[in-house]
């Protein structure tokens, strides 16, 4: 059965078609509006779902957000253009006419990643380091989710006492030093305004601010997931998100990771389905929950 999947993310929105055998086809790519209103988000989601509909007998989405009774709750509305609400099953089911499952974008691709590396079987956790900073968790085989879709948000713990406040309202969030959102709003002088991507070109001309602010993330995300090795013991953190991803990061975290204790330095990886984990993640769900 070809499932029709979505990725909502704070910075683009991504659909593909996934058949049985997990192969996907027709990715297409839009940017996710920075609007108040809902309005914005349909017409996006329309616009995005529109070629690909005809093909799909269902709808599988990973969002940004917490994702509880098929409803979209940004913790950090600041990620979402300022949106706090969104009816994400009912209004892709009013689109598409299609049975549809929405599931945290974390979460999906930690789902993702975890099947990608069977036959380990090891515990994994997964952090998205993009637009926000997102987590999924998988522990004796079962991925860790609940019912106010809380689970798993690693990048809501505390990197900073004296850090800034983030989005969501505690002060000094891993998200509010090391996303993509924080490295650029952290961006002064000849740097501000630029995004994360931009800081990121400069960061590989030598620029040394630049590099600071990537620096600055890594580390955060290095000690984070020493956290998570105490908290969780599990032996692989798998890095993923367009910041996580991006040339030279994860040598970067990993070198940080070093200045910690062996003891809570779990095996670090690249996400293997890159920037579709996501996508796949959700196109899996669906199948598990309805084969
Ligand atoms: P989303 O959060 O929508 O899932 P991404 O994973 O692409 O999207 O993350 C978006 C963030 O990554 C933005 O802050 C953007 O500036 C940054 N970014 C996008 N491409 C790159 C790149 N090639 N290198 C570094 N940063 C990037
Ligand atoms: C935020 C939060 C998480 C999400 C993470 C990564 C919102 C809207 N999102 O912490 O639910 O998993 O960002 O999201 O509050 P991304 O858009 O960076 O992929
Ligand atoms: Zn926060």
Known sequence: ???????????????????????????????????????ALTAALE??????????????IAATGLI??????????ANLGGLLHFPLVQT?????????????????????????????????????????????????????TSDSGLAGHAGHTLADPNGPRCGCGRIGCVEAIASGRAIAAAAQ??????????????ARQGHP???????????????????????TDCQRVVLGGS?????????????FLADEPAVYRPALLPAHYRHDAGLLGAALIAREAQP
């Open 189 to 202: 002088g000849d740097l501000a305004g630029c995004d994360a991507r931009a800081i990121f070109a400069h």
């Open 92 to 144: 892709l089911e009013r689109i598409t006419g299609l049975p549809t499952l929405a599931i945290n974008d974390a979460q999906a691709a930690a789902w993702a990643e975890y099947h990608a590396r069977a036959p380990d079987r090891s515990d994994m956790v997964f952090l998205t380091i993009s637009t926000g900073v997102g987590g999924g968790a998988i522990g004796g085989g079962r991925l860790l």
């Open 243 to 255: 910041i996580g991803l991006a040339e030279g990061y994860l040598t970067q975290v990993a070198a």
């Open 209 to 231: 601010q630049a590099r600071q602010r990537i620096a600055d993330s890594a580390r955060t995300v290095a000690r984070l997931i020493a956290d998570i090795k105490a908290l």
């Open 1 to 39: 059965m070809t499932t029709l999947a979505i990725d909502l993310g704070g910075t683009k929105l991504a659909a593909a078609l996934i058949d049985e055998t997990l192969t996907l086809r027709e990715r297409r790519e839009l940017p996710t509006p920075a609007s108040r209103t809902p309005d």
């Open 47 to 60: 616009q995005l779902t529109a070629p690909l509909v005809s093909r799909a007998r269902r709808v599988a």
């Open 68 to 77: 509880a009774k098929g409803r979209l709750q940004a913790i950090n509305p």
